[in-house]
């Protein structure tokens, strides 16, 4: 398995015979998230993302999603702290369904609750939250956690036909953050597509109120917005080196070659589904 299934490392179909004495027990560690760089996010997140971090868009296949940037490095997070808490206030929504989350089925209209058996707060010691009740059924902790996972495969599908349309609109350009440390190193990190600005001000009027009635106008300023975060990146990066912040931006330019990658999702199987 990959870096995506991103966090996940031993994702199987929750069930009563398997997990009918299963606990899982909440914890505020976030481990799990150390070794990637970045995460996909839903659209419907982006008012509370764009203060904190830099959204860009990255390709999957033949789709694009919109990820958040939380590392210059590959396999680096730095908005995991040395004692594994999370170092914002928003954490995506990606990031807060773990360890559960959905495997689809080839047709797509099948979706299996699934449970990572690598997360350490899983248990059989009856810590926690239970996940059946003695006579097999789904608690309402379960419950819970469906509703999540439903809501987000939602907002998935919505966030999909608006990085359709991005797409469609030929708005999106390979772009690259480039970073220059206290030290004269020079970094940078590519792999990831923003809006072209000119692009957007060369549509016609009539598709930039079409843009506004449906709020995708919104979510495409709100990413550029967010394209200053890059800086947050940079000085997260210099404080784990010791050395100082600086204020000046990491620019997002023109694609090159040889910058480490965003990681990206990929499709995966889980007893013969696709995970999302």
């Not at 997990?19 to 909440?26: P, R, V, Y």
């Not at 709100?222 to 080196?241: A, D, G």
Request: with cysteine.
């Amino acid at each position: 398995m990959t870096a995506q299934m991103l966090i996940y490392e031993t994702v199987v179909p929750v069930s009563n015979g398997r997990h009918g004495k299963c606990s899982i027990e909440a914890s505020k560690t976030y481990a799990f998230a150390r070794h990637v760089n970045s995460v996909p996010l839903m659209a419907v997140e982006f008012p509370q993302a764009a203060p904190e971090y830099a959204i860009v868009f990255a390709a999957n296949g033949d789709e694009i999603v919109p990820v958040v940037i939380l590392g210059a490095r590959k396999d680096e997070n730095l908005y995991v702290q040395d004692d594994a808490a999370w170092a914002s206030n928003y954490i995506p929504a990606f990031v807060r369904r773990y360890p559960f989350v959905f495997s689809t089925s080839d047709d797509g209209k099948t979706f299996t609750l699934c449970v990572d058996e690598a997360f350490p707060g899983l248990n059989y010691q009856g810590k926690g939250q239970a996940l059946f009740t003695d006579d097999g059924k789904h608690t309402p902790y379960v419950d819970n956690v469906l509703k999540f996972l439903q809501e987000y495969r939602a907002q998935f599908v919505r966030t999909q036909a608006f990085c359709r349309k991005l797409k469609a609109l030929d708005l999106l350009e390979p772009m690259q953050a480039q970073f220059s440390m206290n030290t004269g190193e020079k970094m940078s990190l590519g792999g990831f597509l923003a809006v072209d600005r000119k692009k957007l001000k060369a549509l016609s009027g009539e598709t930039l109120a079409e843009l506004a009635r449906t709020d995708e106008l919104e979510l495409i300023y709100l990413h550029l917005q967010s394209m200053r975060n890059f800086t947050e990146v940079k000085n997260r990066l210099v404080l784990i080196q010791g050395g100082k912040t600086e204020s000046e931006a990491a620019p997002a330019t023109p694609a090159a070659e040889a910058a480490p990658a965003v990681e990206t999702p990929a499709p995966v199987k889980a007893s013969g589904g696709k995970k999302r």
